[in-house]
């Protein structure tokens, strides 16, 4: 006798980084034709039947069975709440979310579950977001790392930095903001609230949080950005 073949509700989910921040109260209070689906982070506004938009305060939206012709329109909507926003930002993430069977099982290009509702909208979207977030700061910190490195190679080699001491003090000033973004943007790595009342939302996250590899990720840019620092703490010494 043959197995049944399990019927799956997909949903592809896309999550892009739009910028440092996103105000959600004002986008609340600015967008009036979605309906918003819950009050508190992070924010998910339904589109359309099984649409949704999903906007962190940390700068991230997520995509969820929308169009590609729509991105546009609603990033675009987005956009007056976003702070430090660019037109394209490379850093993305994406997966298929199957519901439905008995499956609950998570790998890095699928998300399998029984069943799906708000709260699990908001921690698959965290969780992608996290990632999101997480290549920005890296790809951030290696910049500044490198730009250091070749200062700190010539005052080793040849005493010297050839730097005036104007460029000096921007090239610190870069690092130094690079430090204080993480640092202000630490919260994005605590786990959310959901799942300390929910068994069942706590073992989906812990399952994303190990397929994408956030904590070690994230021990890693701790690290660096502490690194960074130093090396700043030094340069301004000098």
């Given at each position: 006798?043959?197995?049944?073949?399990?019927?799956?509700?997909?949903?592809?989910?896309?999550?892009?980084?739009?910028?440092?921040s996103?105000?959600?109260?004002?986008?609340?209070?600015?967008?009036?034709?979605?309906?918003?689906?819950?009050?508190?982070?992070?924010?998910?506004?339904?589109?359309?039947k099984?649409?949704?938009?999903?906007?962190t305060?940390?700068?991230?939206?997520?995509?969820?069975?929308?169009?590609t012709?729509?991105?546009?329109?609603?990033?675009?909507?987005?956009?007056p709440?976003?702070?430090?926003?660019?037109?394209?930002y490379?850093?993305?993430?994406?997966?298929?979310?199957?519901?439905?069977?008995?499956?609950?099982k998570?790998?890095?290009?699928?998300?399998?579950?029984?069943?799906?509702?708000?709260?699990?909208i908001?921690?698959?979207?965290?969780?992608?977001?996290?990632?999101?977030?997480?290549?920005r700061?890296?790809?951030?910190?290696?910049?500044?790392?490198?730009?250091?490195?070749?200062?700190?190679?010539?005052?080793?080699?040849?005493?010297?930095?050839?730097?005036?001491?104007?460029?000096?003090?921007?090239?610190?000033?870069?690092?130094l903001s690079?430090?204080?973004?993480?640092?202000?943007?630490?919260?994005?790595?605590?786990?959310?609230?959901?799942?300390?009342e929910?068994?069942?939302?706590?073992?989906?996250?812990?399952?994303?949080?190990?397929?994408?590899?956030?904590?070690?990720?994230?021990?890693?840019?701790?690290?660096?950005?502490?690194?960074?620092?130093?090396?700043?703490?030094?340069?301004?010494?000098?």
């Open positions: 006798m043959k197995n049944k073949q399990v019927k799956y509700d997909k949903f592809s989910v896309e999550t892009i980084y739009i910028g440092e996103v105000d959600l109260k004002k986008v609340q209070e600015g967008i009036k034709h979605y309906s918003f689906l819950n009050r508190d982070v992070p924010l998910v506004m339904k589109v359309l099984d649409q949704y938009v999903v906007l305060k940390f700068g991230t939206i997520t995509f969820w069975n929308i169009p012709r729509l991105h546009l329109q609603l990033t675009k909507e987005i956009q709440y976003v702070k430090n926003k660019r037109d394209n490379a850093y993305d993430e994406d997966t298929k979310v199957l519901i439905g069977g008995s499956i609950e998570v790998t890095f290009e699928k998300v399998y579950s029984e069943s799906l509702g708000v709260e699990k908001k921690i698959i979207s965290h969780v992608l977001s996290q990632s999101v977030a997480l290549e700061y890296e790809d951030d910190i290696e910049k500044s790392l490198t730009e250091l490195e070749g200062i700190v190679e010539n005052l080793k080699l040849r005493g010297k930095a050839f730097l005036s001491e104007k460029e000096l003090l921007k090239q610190i000033g870069r690092v690079v430090k204080q973004t993480v640092i202000s943007h630490l919260s994005i790595f605590d786990k959310p609230d959901e799942i300390w929910s068994p069942e939302l706590e073992r989906l996250y812990n399952r994303m949080d190990a397929e994408y590899d956030l904590r070690a990720r994230f021990d890693v840019l701790d690290k660096k950005a502490n690194y960074l620092s130093d090396i700043s703490k030094m340069l301004m010494e000098f």
